[in-house]
């Protein structure tokens, strides 16, 4: 029983670190924001979410591959956008439509049947949201409008499966979903308005603040999807 106790110890102490690697990481990542540091940027952001996958991969017995596949597309997104330039931009934006496309797989999966009146009114806000967005740039987006619309539809339509999720099943797992899409939702609005309106240090911040709040969000989300399938 010792030997057991100690295993468990183990287990839930290696858990510890790499939430404290992962929330230092963020941190060291988010003061590269706050105070203009190049090097703890180029050093910590790529850690993110590569950390995450550590944590998530200590925190289950049968890790999720697609949504481990998700992580590795927002990795992506990350890495692309820590350089300037349209290309890195656009391979960024692709990255995360990819990866928001596998959040969505993931939620569906959730849905056993919805209504026609859940699915409307689930859908409200977020496109609200989206065309208010859309608005406020189309005169900046020049011939980026098609891949913003595109991907402003997309996790618009994340927001929307996640509320469907939240109102059939009022479960734990897809509260802690909705909160991450919306606080996705929230990261990539002040990200477009910041890149293609009026840019802020303020705005930089509020963005990778949102941005490791919403990916932690939906990680606890699949922590508590992984305890559900067990039992």
Same mark, same amino acid.
């Given at each position: ?7 468990? *110890? ?12 992962? %929330? ?6 988010? @003061?590269? !924001?706050?105070?203009?540091?190049? $090097? ?12 995450? @996958? !550590?944590?998530?991969?200590?925190? #289950?017995?049968?890790?999720?591959? !697609? ?26 934006? !692709?990255?995360? %439509? ?12 959730? &849905? ?5 009146? $859940? ?26 409008? $098609?891949? =913003?619309?595109?991907?402003? /539809?997309? $996790?618009? #339509?994340?927001?929307? =499966? ?15 979903? /909705?909160?991450?899409? @919306? ?6 609005? =002040? ?6 309106? *009026? ?10 603040? *949102? +941005?490791? /709040?919403?990916?932690? %969000?939906? +990680?606890?989300?699949? &922590? ?8």
């Amino acid at each position: 029983m010792y030997i057991a106790f100690l295993e468990i *110890t183990l287990f839930m102490n290696k858990i510890k670190i790499a939430f404290i690697v992962f %929330l230092s990481v963020a941190v060291l990542d988010v @003061i590269g !924001v706050l105070f203009q540091i190049p $090097i703890l940027r180029l050093l910590f952001k790529p850690l993110i979410l590569l950390s995450l @996958i !550590v944590l998530y991969s200590l925190s #289950v017995s049968n890790s999720n591959k !697609v949504y481990i596949l998700a992580l590795l597309f927002s990795f992506l997104g990350d890495v692309f956008l820590l350089f300037l330039g349209e290309l890195n931009f656009i391979l960024g934006l !692709v990255s995360f %439509l990819i990866a928001h496309l596998i959040f969505i797989k993931i939620i569906i999966k959730r &849905i056993e049947k919805s209504s026609i009146k $859940i699915i409307i009114g689930s859908s409200f806000l977020f496109f609200v949201i989206f065309c208010m967005l859309i608005y406020l740039l189309i005169n900046s987006l020049g011939e980026l409008l $098609i891949p =913003v619309i595109i991907y402003g /539809l997309t $996790i618009s #339509v994340f927001g929307t =499966v996640a509320f469907i999720d939240y109102l059939n099943s009022k479960s734990q797992k897809s509260l802690w979903m /909705l909160a991450g899409a @919306i606080v996705f939702v929230l990261s990539d609005s =002040v990200l477009a308005i910041n890149k293609f309106y *009026t840019q802020k240090l303020l705005f930089e911040v509020i963005v990778m603040s *949102t +941005y490791i /709040l919403a990916q932690f %969000l939906i +990680y606890r989300s699949m &922590i508590l999807e992984n305890k559900s399938d067990k039992n």
